[in-house]
């Protein structure tokens, strides 16, 4: 499975960017699916997750109610929507598989970095203020 992400950049505070997450090599349909991300000097940390189906999406604290997370099963691909950037945001995001087909679990289990299998390359998001 090869995950790659991309979409980041340069963005005002305020502003908005979508991420996307393109998966090859397997069955992106039946998996759960992730975003972290990792600012300088600071572990990884969690940010969404869709399950399979997508019917349940988790998000973290601190994104809530400025991000969402989708996926396109047809098209082997999953999104990050930010709006309303805040210089906090900046980090390199990762997209990430779980590890567990078919399987809806909850926001701790998503939320933790050993419930994915692959990962893909980060791409850079850097807000300014």
């Known amino acids: 499975v090869q995950l790659q992400a991309s979409g980041g950049g340069l963005v005002q505070a305020g502003g908005s960017l979508r991420l996307s997450c393109a998966a090859s090599?397997?069955?992106?349909?039946?998996?759960?699916m992730g975003w972290f991300r990792q600012a300088p000097e600071k572990e990884r940390e969690f940010v969404a997750a869709?399950?399979?189906?997508?019917?349940?999406?988790y998000l973290s604290d601190s994104v809530k109610g400025r991000f969402t997370i989708s996926r396109d099963n047809a098209k082997n691909t999953v999104y990050l929507q930010m709006n309303s950037l805040k210089p906090e945001d900046t980090a390199v995001y990762y997209c990430?598989?779980?590890?567990?087909?078919?399987?809806?679990?909850?926001?701790?289990?998503?939320?933790?970095?050993?419930?994915?299998?692959?990962w893909g390359q980060g791409t850079q998001v850097t807000v300014s203020s």
């Open positions: 869709v399950t399979w189906s997508g019917k349940n999406k």
């Open positions: 990430a598989q779980g590890a567990r087909d078919y399987f809806s679990g909850d926001y701790y289990y998503f939320g933790d970095m050993g419930s994915y299998t692959y």
């Open positions: 090599g397997g069955t992106f349909s039946s998996y759960g």
